[in-house]
């Protein structure tokens, strides 16, 4: 009997050891797990720090970069002009020594004209209205109106500017006058008066 209760007692005591060596390798085991885990933590950090300052240089790149280009853009447009520069100072100087006029016309002629050519190989061109033609605000500005027996009211009697633009964009308007008839002009200098009446009394 005594036997029986000795050999229960040592498998009692040797799960009990059993318990707390596996609760020590459990310990063990959540000990290294954190550890990984912080290094994994560590790592991420400076994987992320890493890449927060190439993002930061590859913006300054970038700025520095667009900066440049703005800077320089016109630098090839400036360097086709250039001999045509030259052209017009050359025939200035020649204008004071000669005294063939046609032939220093003709010279300046066909340095504008090269101007022109070089200016509409980078997208800027000039565009003339025909008189008669309709006028259209985005296209033309008004410098004044005239009555005129052949030409419709709100269509162009004159030029007196060329208008320009780049690719599709209107940058200058060209300058024209319209027709209109006596009443419509009545009636346009009648509301002139009193916006300007107006503008006087809130003064």
């Not at 010279?107 to 504008?112: M, S, W």
């Not at 008004?142 to 030409?151: G, K, M, Q, V």
């Not at 024209?176 to 107006?198: A, I, R």
């Amino acid at each position: 009997m005594e036997e029986v209760v000795k050999e229960m007692q040592s498998n009692t005591d040797n799960k009990e050891i059993q318990k707390e060596e596996e609760k020590k390798e459990e310990s063990i085991s959540v000990e290294e797990q954190l550890k990984q885990k912080e290094e994994e933590i560590k790592h991420w950090k400076e994987m992320a720090l890493r890449y927060a300052a190439e993002v930061d240089n590859l913006k300054k790149v970038f700025k520095r970069e667009k900066e440049e280009y703005y800077k320089f853009a016109l630098e090839t447009v400036f360097k086709e002009i250039l001999p045509s520069i030259d052209n017009l100072e050359r025939a200035l100087e020649a204008f004071e020594q000669s005294e063939n006029k046609e032939a220093l016309k003709e010279g300046v002629e066909l340095t504008l004209r090269s101007i022109i050519q070089t200016l509409e190989k980078f997208g800027l061109k000039q565009f003339i209205p025909s008189v008669g033609e309709p006028f259209v605000p985005h296209l033309h500005e008004a410098l004044s109106t005239e009555e005129h027996p052949e030409i419709p009211n709100g269509s162009i009697t004159k030029v007196y500017q060329k208008g320009y633009k780049l690719h599709d964009r209107i940058i200058r308007p060209a300058l024209v006058c319209v027709c209109v008839s006596k009443k419509e002009e009545k009636e346009g200098n009648l509301q002139q008066n009193k916006e300007e009446e107006n503008i006087i009394e809130n003064e």
